[in-house]
């Protein structure tokens, strides 16, 4: 399935991944408001990872419905899960560790799944050439500080001064250990706020030798600066000396900021860039809902698509709010490698048929 010939371990592990994909990878789509598509009531400090304990079934068929749409990248649900998190609900270490564990046996679980109904549908020759020509990885998911916090601080980089480089390291570093032992095959830092927590993951991986790769994934919102308000470029570049790290992106930002990230982290780096955009909308961390922003055609996602391609990123997926359909429409977009590939598709359909 083209995984035999890809090595986690090799420095080249993203290069030639993305070189059996065409040159191109595509990631899932908004996985905690998929689950609440789904029905799921998230409205808890665990978001997400509430349904690692309470459905887990849900939680692999929203891996299934990604790799269905032709995701070659699903993303744990562990973006909100942490002992500390699980710990606060009563759980045990051991119990919060297995839940953490967990979130990757899922996916690594839906992938396997998804292989075998792939090789078994013989007749479905499409799919089998899209598998035998690029592999499916499981990305751990880690979300920053500020999404354990629950207080909205991941979008916006403030975690006061009594948070300093130590506190971050030392509130990682047990779940990092976990979730890289699990099995995965990358480790996605998503949502990134701020320069200090990039620093942290970045000695984390090095203090704790980490063999998996690594992708940092920052999240803005102004299309310059990430969260905090430090550059983007400045983070981008945090990433730059650690050869753990195989790409850098932005994900969970509106799509109109997409096109000036990626070409500010090009400046600073030549290793792959990855975008994952939300939907456009904005969160509303009191209203703890999501609310339509005005003035910008943020509907026109997948019309974007080429120019970033064009501006140098080579993975793409959507964050919050974004759905199958979504994902269905961007690995289309990127497979008919014409300069414009929105000419066929409505992004309208593609955004809001969720
Ligand atoms: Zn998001």
């Known amino acids: 399935m083209g995984l035999g010939t890809l090595d986690t371990a090799s420095p080249s592990f993203m290069a030639d991944f993305l070189k059996q994909c065409?040159?191109?990878?595509?990631?899932?789509?908004?996985?905690?408001?998929?689950?609440?598509r789904h029905g799921a009531n998230l409205n808890d400090p665990l978001w997400s990872a509430k349904c690692i304990v309470t459905s887990p079934q849900l939680v692999r068929r929203v891996h299934l419905d990604y790799l269905d749409a032709g995701a070659n990248i699903i993303i744990t649900a562990s973006y909100q899960a942490t002992i500390q998190g699980f710990?606060?609900?009563?759980?045990?270490?051991?119990?919060?560790?297995?839940?953490?564990?967990?979130?990757?046996?899922?996916?690594?679980?839906?992938?396997?799944?998804?292989?075998?109904?792939?090789?078994?549908?013989?007749?479905?020759?499409a799919e089998n050439e899209r598998l035998s020509r690029c592999p499916i990885l499981?990305?751990?998911?880690?979300?920053s500080y500020g999404a354990y916090l629950a207080d909205g601080s991941?979008?916006?980089?403030?975690?006061?001064?009594?948070?300093?480089?130590?506190?971050?390291?030392?509130?990682?570093?047990?779940?990092?250990?976990?979730?890289?032992?699990?099995?995965?095959?990358?480790?996605?830092?998503?949502?990134i706020p701020n320069k200090l927590e990039a620093q942290a993951y970045a000695e984390l991986l090095e203090e704790e030798n980490i063999k998996v790769p690594?992708?940092?994934?920052?999240?803005?919102?102004?299309?310059?600066?990430?969260?905090?308000?430090?550059?983007?470029?400045?983070?981008?570049?945090?990433?730059?000396?650690?050869?753990?790290?195989?790409?850098?992106?932005?994900?969970?930002?509106?799509?109109?900021?997409?096109?000036g990230l990626i070409s500010s982290i090009r400046k600073?780096?030549?290793?792959?860039?990855?975008?994952?955009?939300?939907?456009?909308?904005?969160?509303?961390?009191?209203?703890?809902?999501?609310?339509p922003t005005t003035g910008t055609a943020d509907e026109d996602f997948i019309s974007y698509v080429g120019k970033w391609r064009?501006?140098?990123?080579?993975?793409?997926?959507?964050?919050?709010?974004?759905?199958?359909?979504?994902?269905?429409?961007?690995s289309r977009a990127l497979s008919q490698k014409s300069s414009a590939p929105t000419a066929t598709l409505s992004s309208k359909t593609a955004v809001t048929n969720m």
Not at 138 to 143: C, E, F, K, P
Not at 270 to 285: H, Q
Not at 310 to 330: D, H, K, M, V, Y
């Open 22 to 36: 065409g040159g191109c990878a595509v990631i899932d789509g908004g996985f905690a408001t998929e689950l609440e």
């Open 87 to 125: 710990e606060a609900k009563g759980l045990s270490r051991e119990e919060s560790e297995a839940l953490l564990r967990k979130s990757v046996e899922i996916a690594l679980e839906a992938k396997e799944i998804y292989r075998e109904k792939c090789i078994k549908d013989s007749m479905d020759f």
């Open 138 to 143: 499981v990305a751990a998911s880690i979300g």
């Open 154 to 191: 991941e979008y916006s980089g403030n975690y006061g001064d009594a948070v300093s480089l130590e506190t971050l390291k030392e509130f990682h570093r047990r779940r990092l250990q976990i979730l890289a032992d699990a099995g995965p095959d990358l480790l996605a830092f998503e949502t």
């Open 214 to 259: 690594a992708w940092f994934s920052f999240n803005s919102k102004d299309g310059i600066n990430v969260v905090s308000g430090d550059p983007i470029s400045e983070c981008a570049l945090v990433a730059e000396s650690y050869r753990q790290v195989v790409a850098v992106g932005i994900n969970c930002t509106p799509p109109r900021y997409i096109h």
């Open 268 to 291: 600073v780096t030549s290793k792959p860039v990855l975008i994952y955009p939300n939907s456009g909308e904005t969160y509303d961390p009191e209203r703890k809902e999501w609310v």
């Open 310 to 330: 064009e501006a140098g990123a080579s993975l793409f997926g959507g964050c919050c709010r974004t759905t199958p359909n979504t994902i269905r429409a961007i």
